[in-house]
C-alpha cells in the first residue's frame, strides 16, 4: 500500500473509531450516573474544589472530567490501534497468550510477536516483573515447540514516543527483550520510515478541523440533571 493512501486510511480510523467514538461515549454511557462507581465522601470533596460547594455539577464535575479526559480514551486507544492493525493487514492477532499481535518486521524481515503500550509511561514498577515472566513463558514454549524464535523476536512496542522518553520501567525489560516505540515501530510495521511523523502531522490537521460540537458540556449537563434527581445524594 503507497504510503498516502496508507496515511489518508490511518488517519480516517482516528478520526472514526477514537475521536468520534469518544464524543459518542461520552454522550451515551460518561453521562449516565450508573456507570460510576461512587465514593461519596470524595466525591463530595472534589465537588467542593470544583465549585466550592456540595451541588449536582460539582459532582458531575468530579465524576465526568477524569473519565472523559483522560480514563475513557487512553483505556480503548491501545485496543483500537490494535484492531486497526489487524484490519489492514498489517498484523495478524496473536494465538500466543501473553502477545497482542505477530507481524513480519519491515526492517529485518523477520517475524515479531508483538505485545502493545500506548506511550512511554504507562507501565508501573509492578508491572516489570509480569511482563518478563510472560516472555520468558513464549520463548520456553518456543524453544519446546521448535519455533525459530530468539528474544530479538518478542518485541514490547509502544505506539508513541521518543526512546529518550522511556521509563526507567521500560529500559528494565529493555535489557531483556526489545522496546520498540514512535517512529521505529512504525517503521517497522509499515515499511515506512517516515510514517510516524507524517501520521503526527495529519492526525494534528485533522484535530484542529474536527467539530465538537460541545459534547463535552452537553454530557456534563446531562450527568448533572441525573444527579440532581438521584436518591443517592442529598442537597438540602
Known amino acids: 500500500m503507497e504510503e498516502v493512501?496508507?496515511?489518508k486510511i490511518v488517519t480516517e480510523y482516528f478520526k472514526s473509531n477514537i475521536f468520534e467514538n469518544h464524543k459518542s461515549s461520552s454522550i451515551k454511557t460518561h453521562s449516565k450516573l450508573k456507570s460510576y462507581k461512587i465514593n461519596p465522601i470524595v466525591v463530595k470533596y472534589l465537588s467542593k474544589?470544583?465549585?466550592?460547594?456540595?451541588?449536582?455539577i460539582g459532582?458531575?464535575?468530579a465524576l465526568y472530567y477524569p473519565r472523559v479526559l483522560g480514563t475513557s480514551i487512553n483505556t480503548s486507544f491501545g485496543t483500537r490501534i490494535q484492531n486497526m492493525f489487524v484490519a489492514l493487514k498489517l498484523a495478524e492477532g496473536s494465538l500466543?497468550?501473553?502477545?497482542?499481535?505477530?507481524?513480519?518486521?519491515?526492517?529485518?524481515?523477520?517475524?515479531?510477536?508483538?505485545?502493545?503500550?500506548?506511550?512511554?509511561?504507562?507501565?508501573n514498577?509492578?508491572?516489570?516483573s509480569p511482563l518478563l515472566k510472560k516472555?520468558?513463558?513464549?520463548?520456553?514454549?518456543?524453544?519446546?515447540?521448535?519455533?525459530?524464535?530468539?528474544?530479538?523476536?518478542?518485541?514490547?512496542?509502544?505506539?508513541?514516543?521518543?526512546?529518550?522518553?522511556?521509563?526507567?520501567?521500560?529500559n528494565k525489560i529493555n535489557q531483556q527483550f526489545p522496546v520498540v516505540i514512535?517512529?521505529?515501530?512504525?517503521?517497522?510495521?509499515?515499511?515506512?520510515?517516515?510514517?510516524?511523523?507524517k501520521l503526527v502531522q495529519e492526525l494534528d490537521t485533522t484535530i484542529s478541523s474536527l467539530d465538537?460540537?460541545?459534547?463535552?458540556?452537553?454530557?456534563?449537563?446531562?450527568l448533572a440533571s441525573e444527579i440532581n434527581d438521584s436518591e443517592l445524594f442529598n442537597f438540602e
Not at 521448535?146 to 526507567?168: K, P, R
Not at 515501530?185 to 520510515?193: A, D, M, N, S, V
Open 59 to 61: 459532582i458531575a464535575k
Open 125 to 128: 514498577s509492578e508491572d516489570v
Open 212 to 222: 465538537t460540537e460541545d459534547f463535552f458540556n452537553e454530557g456534563l449537563e446531562l
Open 96 to 123: 500466543i497468550k501473553g502477545m497482542d499481535i505477530e507481524f513480519i518486521d519491515k526492517i529485518d524481515g523477520r517475524k515479531k510477536w508483538c505485545q502493545l503500550k500506548s506511550g512511554p509511561n504507562t507501565i
Open 182 to 197: 514512535g517512529k521505529d515501530f512504525w517503521h517497522r510495521i509499515t515499511g515506512l520510515p517516515n510514517f510516524y511523523d
Open 49 to 56: 474544589i470544583l465549585e466550592k460547594d456540595f451541588t449536582p
Open 135 to 170: 516472555f520468558t513463558t513464549v520463548t520456553n514454549l518456543a524453544r519446546t515447540n521448535s519455533l525459530a524464535m530468539n528474544n530479538s523476536d518478542l518485541i514490547l512496542g509502544v505506539l508513541y514516543g521518543e526512546e529518550s522518553q522511556l521509563s526507567q520501567h521500560y
Open 5 to 7: 493512501e496508507l496515511l
